[in-house]
């Protein structure tokens, strides 16, 4: 599904499709701390920015892609890794400008939206975008184990109801609907998924395979944001960053 790290799996690997694969970032903490940014950075910079600008933002996609593209073009291995990285991050960020910006009002289009790339990762894992199309994929899981969640557990049936609500009005039916999640079988549904998403990220980051590392990454931090945005939901719904 992910990458490689050629000073590490290459041995399994004819030299022609060694060639082809992307340099390998210096350490696992690189890894972490890569897929953990990139993640995380869509929460307090994005988010804003779609809501008060949201044309602005979708088309800072073209430029980011631009430098990520020379970036990967790079001779040193740690740029042309980062640029590699920010590709896939870049799919990611015009999915999200997408739905926030224009759609938000319609639950059921985020993971379509946000699964615009798909054939483009799936067919990157083979090539020298494997880390860019890992990142996007791990990223894209995540979401679609959010929005599951949240259709199944109820939460989503809420939302149009929140984001046109008044805003005196949107942070009650907010934390109300996150009350919800903590009903016996909401709460039940909620810790399954989340105890099996954590045993994806430890089975991910034991292969020796960098991009498996970068995805257990990517996908700790999207469980790890859930979880923020559930407890800001429950006792400050105003930090939510939904209304």
Same mark, same amino acid.
């Given at each position: ?9 290459? !041995?399994? #690997? ?18 972490r ?9 869509? +929460? ?5 920015? +779609?809501? #008060?600008?949201? $044309? *602005?933002?979708?088309? $800072?996609?073209?430029?980011? @892609? ?7 073009? *790079? ?10 990285? #920010? ?18 009002? =319609?639950?059921?289009? =985020?993971?379509?939206? /946000?699964a ?13 975008? !494997? @880390?860019?199309? *890992? ?6 899981l995540? %979401? ?12 989503m049936?809420?939302?149009?109801? +929140?984001? /046109? ?11 109300q ?12 549904? %909620?810790v ?11 089975? $991910?980051? !034991? ?5 498996? !590392? ?6 700790? %931090? ?6 923020? $945005?559930?407890?800001?939901a ?5 930090w939510?960053?939904?209304?």
């Amino acid at each position: 599904m992910l990458g490689v790290q050629p000073s590490l799996t290459t !041995r399994a #690997l004819t030299p022609s499709m060694a060639a082809a694969l992307p340099p390998p970032l210096a350490a696992p903490d690189a890894l972490r701390a890569a897929g953990c940014l990139l993640v995380a950075l869509p +929460v307090f910079l994005q988010a804003p920015w +779609v809501r #008060l600008a949201p $044309f *602005s933002a979708a088309l $800072f996609t073209a430029p980011l @892609l631009l430098v990520a593209v020379l970036l990967a073009q *790079s001779p040193s291995q740690r740029w042309s890794t980062a640029g590699t990285l #920010l590709v896939g991050f870049c799919g990611s960020w015009l999915g999200g400008c997408l739905f926030w910006g224009w759609c938000r009002l =319609h639950p059921l289009w =985020h993971l379509p939206i /946000e699964a615009f790339a798909l054939p483009l990762a799936l067919g990157g894992l083979r090539s020298r975008w !494997r @880390l860019s199309a *890992s990142f996007y994929l791990a990223s894209l899981l995540g %979401t679609a184990a959010t929005d599951g969640v949240m259709a199944i557990t109820g939460v989503m049936g809420h939302w149009t109801e +929140v984001l /046109e609500a008044p805003i005196q009005q949107a942070p009650a039916l907010l934390q109300q609907a996150a009350l919800g999640v903590l009903e016996p079988l909401p709460l039940a549904v %909620t810790v399954t998924v989340a105890t099996i998403l954590v045993i994806l990220c430890r089975r $991910f980051w !034991r292969h020796p395979d960098g991009a498996w !590392r970068l995805a257990a990454s990517a996908l700790a %931090t999207t469980l790890a944001v859930d979880g923020l $945005f559930l407890a800001a939901a429950l006792w400050s719904p105003h930090w939510s960053g939904l209304i």
